[in-house]
């Protein structure tokens, strides 16, 4: 197997046999990118400071799975809804027979493996460690790995070339392409089985080498996306890889949740996701940093879903602390009464039940108050008013304050970037 020499600045140029030479490099304004960078890592340290409740735990863990199953799923062409996906995720994976579903169900498959594959080598660098030093948290890449990925990926999925783990080899009257003229044009990536080899054995040998490796893990994880995506090995699945291979660097460097998390971002931003691939691509035999611009994209993805994972951490541990108060409450001599309580669990499991008077015509509203006035049902809800449980706005619809002002999802001005 050929060995490659990378550049002590992160170069590497592959004369492969039939689709001519292919450069990888860091290619990164570094200057233009730390402010963005700095964000992002202060940014996901106050969400980590966040205290580790089993509440918030276990809400993050489903939460995040759904989204970026269903997002990277959408952005592949699945057409599951992220309700759907989160029924196929909660239900027995044998059950999963139609091609949505298995899609769905691979894709949790590969979400595990990679985790597991960054908590084995976790603890294999904790044992190679000398004594006192402490280990690298760069993930080294294997092609094995990348292969077997991508096998539980596309397991049992309709391709009529694509063979699980296996790279593709383009008969000669048939051509790949990626991507389309509404995104930034269309890229012929290397098409026979030679080449591909050849480049995905380089690509692994300049990702593991000492620049890249050095690299902060907010510019190494995207740039490994990109040029996996450049080879583009595979008949199928090729983009779900890359950006599990993305998220495995990630992961391994410390972020929890937010690697896969930011695929929401990517399939929000589509056409810049997209567009960015070509431009970039295009620019590299004009411009000394042509890889800035997807780089800073991935920044500016991080920045905005750790920004929105810190804020839905917060409501979480805000109605936490709610039903903390509510019980509180419950337990004293003039608190709240069962009929409140009642009121209080429903809203907040149906919080469209506040809306238009629907709680009135719920049976189990008018059962706690079948042999009541209407004045006490006034006194009720203005009692919950009163302790700042409830609110109503100016159409009259009640909504639970867990806490004020209200927790939104955050929406960072780095999504204004003009990529």
């Not at 735990?57 to 990277?72: C, P, Q």
């Not at 985790?115 to 092609?143: F, H, I, M």
């Amino acid at each position: 197997m050929a060995t490659f020499n990378v550049t002590d600045n992160g170069l590497l140029r592959v004369e492969t046999y039939r689709s001519g030479p292919m450069v990888f490099q860091i290619g990164l304004d570094l200057d233009a990118l730390e402010h963005f960078r700095v964000l992002a890592e202060h940014a996901y340290a106050r969400f980590a400071s966040i205290p580790r409740i089993p509440a918030l735990t276990e809400d993050f863990e489903h939460f995040v799975m759904v989204s970026a199953i269903h997002s990277t799923d959408t952005i592949e062409g699945g057409d599951l809804t992220a309700e759907q996906t989160s029924s196929v995720l909660d239900a027995d994976p044998a059950t999963a027979q139609k091609e949505a579903e298995k899609r769905v169900v691979n894709l949790r498959t590969a979400y595990r493996l990679a985790e597991d594959y960054v908590a084995g080598l976790s603890d294999t660098q904790s044992r190679q460690a000398p004594a006192g030093q402490k280990k690298s948290s760069a993930v080294a890449l294997d092609e094995m790995m990348i292969r077997d990925l991508h096998g539980v990926i596309t397991s049992n999925l309709s391709h009529k070339d694509n063979e699980p783990g296996q790279y593709r080899n383009n008969p000669k009257n048939r051509m790949t392409r990626v991507g389309s003229s509404d995104h930034g044009g269309i890229y012929t990536p290397p098409k026979c089985l030679d080449d591909i080899k050849l480049l995905m054995g380089a690509f692994i040998d300049w990702a593991n080498s000492d620049p890249i490796i050095s690299l902060p893990p907010l510019y190494r994880a995207p740039l490994i996306h990109y040029y996996f995506e450049r080879i583009h090995p595979f008949w199928d699945g090729n983009g779900r890889v890359g950006r599990v291979l993305e998220a495995i660097v990630l992961q391994s460097a410390g972020f929890r949740y937010a690697p896969y998390a930011l695929w929401r971002y990517y399939l929000d931003n589509l056409h810049a996701y997209f567009t960015l691939f070509n431009t970039c691509r295009l620019s590299e035999k004009k411009e000394s940093h042509p890889n800035t611009g997807f780089v800073r994209f991935h920044l500016a993805a991080a920045i905005n879903t750790i920004n929105r994972l810190h804020d839905r951490a917060n409501a979480i541990v805000a109605k936490y602390l709610f039903d903390s108060h509510v019980h509180h409450l419950s337990a004293q001599k003039k608190g709240l009464n069962h009929r409140q309580y009642v009121i209080l669990d429903r809203l907040s499991s149906h919080p469209d039940l506040g809306i238009d008077g629907r709680m009135a015509s719920q049976p189990w509203y008018n059962a706690i108050y079948k042999k009541l006035t209407p004045r006490t049902k006034m006194r009720d809800v203005k009692k919950l008013e009163d302790f700042g449980l409830i609110q109503r706005d100016k159409n009259g619809a009640i909504r639970i304050v867990y806490a004020r002002p209200p927790i939104e999802l955050a929406s960072s001005p780095l999504t204004t970037v003009s990529f």
